[in-house]
Nanobody
Framework: QVQLVESGGGSVQVGGSLRLSCVAF????????MGWFRQAPGKEREMVAL???????NLGNSVRVRFSISRDDAKNTIYLQMNSMRHEETAMYYC?????????WGQGTQVTVSS
């Protein structure tokens, strides 16, 4: 069983930047899709960014250009670089992975974008 642990959340001003990290603990299979989702109060969880084993990625339309996702398989870690952050992006950010149809989720890290 793999446990995903996020870090790097916190408070940031509008227009500022944060970098989130997600470390996978346990018996890790590197060849799996991973990514980031977020959920704001009263809203559905939405996909922010996905990264494949080969490094290919997919970004949500609202974060394209401003955000980037990367992975370091030697460290069993993925990252989410968030730039030019907007107030409405205040949310809980969750790390995610899927392998052979099984999904795993981290506990989440809170990101608050203040005016």
């Amino acid at each position: 069983q793999v446990q995903l642990v996020e870090s790097g959340g916190g408070s940031v001003q509008v227009g500022g930047s944060l970098r989130l990290s997600c470390v996978a603990f346990g018996s890790v299979e590197r060849l799996r899709d991973m990514g980031w989702f977020r959920q704001a109060p009263g809203k559905e969880r939405e996909m922010v960014a996905l990264v494949s084993p080969g490094g290919g990625y997919n970004l949500g339309n609202s974060v394209r250009v401003r955000f980037s996702i990367s992975r370091d398989d030697a460290k069993n870690t993925i990252y989410l670089q968030m730039n030019s952050m907007r107030h409405e992006e205040t949310a809980m950010y969750y790390c995610w992975e899927v392998l052979s149809g099984r999904e795993n989720w981290g506990q989440g890290t809170q990101v608050t974008v203040s005016s």
